[in-house]
């Protein structure tokens, strides 16, 4: 029996703990995800591909910059991630909402991000030794700094078990002092505004003066922060503006300037690149073009299932990179990458989305750990 595909994106549509859905913020997500799949299914292909072509990866130098660029999708995350944190203290602070309780905000972290991580870890862990590229003694220290999120500290290199892990790391930093920082809307309009924009600003400078020897929070500090001030001005002044030609322009050239610039090339380019992620967001809250169209239920639907094909894409291309690579299918690099990229999307959405509904999804139920049986038995115990 064929199942519907819109069934399908039903089943798969994320849960919400507060209730508030926002689907333009899942495809945001989307975006960001997105920009990291193709950048790290472009540099397989780059480096693993063994077919002649009648041209050449130097013919197209505009793929190149747009494709490497996408390892900037982890600071769109970045944003997302302030934005969505921020708003309950910010609601609390500026709204006069209930305040936030500290202790659910951890175990809230934990209960919804822990389970599919650390399976994600384990599965990856023993499929890294049972074929044979690394022995037991040398991954497991890499493990346990992982599971604790301190292998950018301890060893000062990319995780082993995972490499995306090390991105994991810095947000979980961030939830650590998220709610110090908030404490940024108990200052006026005036005040908030402008430390907020003096930290998204000043963090490129200091940053370029003096660099620690491990990546952390420290480096990406001012995207959390845009993600902050983002959700400053989306409770305050709830901005709606029209569908104009000039907006759906100006979003159009500050979506090219988020997959064109190069962060990473220049301290210019790196200290405006937080400014074109949250121009542009504010622009999909703002105007009804850009909502909807970053509202549509295959975006949001794939966005919402973005830690899910995070935690997996890597080791799945890793995976499915050789099979797919075994034979050159025609005579042109451009042609070859983008039929490989297809290919290649296809385990990566299915396995992710398997994973999604199984193990992640699960955790997005608030208290949903006490369902289980053991939690059941400590919790009513047997009088005997």
């Known amino acids: 029996m064929k199942v519907p595909f819109q069934n399908i994106l039903r089943r798969l549509k994320r849960e919400t703990s507060s209730g508030n859905y926002l689907p333009e913020v899942d495809g945001l997500r989307f975006l960001a995800i997105a920009m990291v799949l193709f950048f790290h299914m472009y540099w397989y292909f780059v480096v693993r591909h063994v077919g002649t072509y009648a041209d050449a990866l130097s013919d197209y130098p505009w793929l190149s910059r747009v494709m490497v660029n996408g390892r900037q999708g982890v600071e ?6 302030g934005f969505i944190l921020a708003l309950p203290f910010a609601g609390h602070y500026l709204k006069q909402k209930r305040n936030v309780a500290l202790k659910q905000y951890f ?10 991580y650390l399976l994600a870890l384990v599965i990856l862990f023993l499929a890294s030794i049972a074929v044979g590229k690394y022995t037991f003694a040398e991954l497991f220290p890499s493990l346990l700094a992982s599971v604790v999120y301190l292998h950018n500290i301890i060893f000062q290199q990319y995780p082993l078990v995972t490499v995306i892990a090390w991105s994991l790391e810095v947000e979980v930093q961030f939830y650590i002092l998220a709610p110090l920082l908030a404490t940024v809307f108990a200052l006026p309009p005036w005040g908030r505004r ?16 003096v660099s620690l020897p491990f990546v952390s929070l420290y480096n990406f500090l001012q995207f959390f922060l845009t993600g902050f001030l983002l959700a400053d001005v989306y409770l305050t002044e709830r901005v709606q503006l029209p569908n104009r030609g000039w907006s759906i322009v100006g979003g159009s050239l500050l979506l090219f300037s988020i997959l064109w610039l190069d ?12 400014l074109a992620i949250g121009s542009f967001f504010f622009l999909v809250f703002a105007v009804p073009f850009w909502r909807k169209l970053f509202s549509r239920q295959v975006l949001a639907v794939i966005g919402g299932m973005c830690y899910s094909i995070y935690l ?7 995976l499915f990179g050789p099979l797919l690579l075994k034979k050159q299918i025609t005579a042109y690099f ?32 608030r208290d949903w750990y006490k369902h289980l049986w053991f939690w059941k038995s400590q919790a009513y115990p047997v009088n005997k």
């Open 107 to 116: 175990l809230r972290r934990v209960t919804r991000l822990e389970p599919p």
């Open 76 to 81: 769109l995350f970045f944003v997302i991630s």
């Open 312 to 318: 997996w894409h890597y080791a799945l291309i890793s």
């Open 334 to 365: 451009l042609t070859d990458f983008f039929l490989y990229t297809l290919l290649q999307l296809i385990p990566i959405l299915v396995f992710s989305s398997l994973y999604f509904y199984l193990i992640e999804k699960p955790c997005m139920r």
């Open 194 to 209: 402008l430390a907020l924009l003096t930290g998204i600003l000043g963090m490129p400078l200091l940053q370029a003066a």
């Open 263 to 274: 962060m990473h090339a220049s301290l210019w380019q790196k200290s405006v690149y937080p």
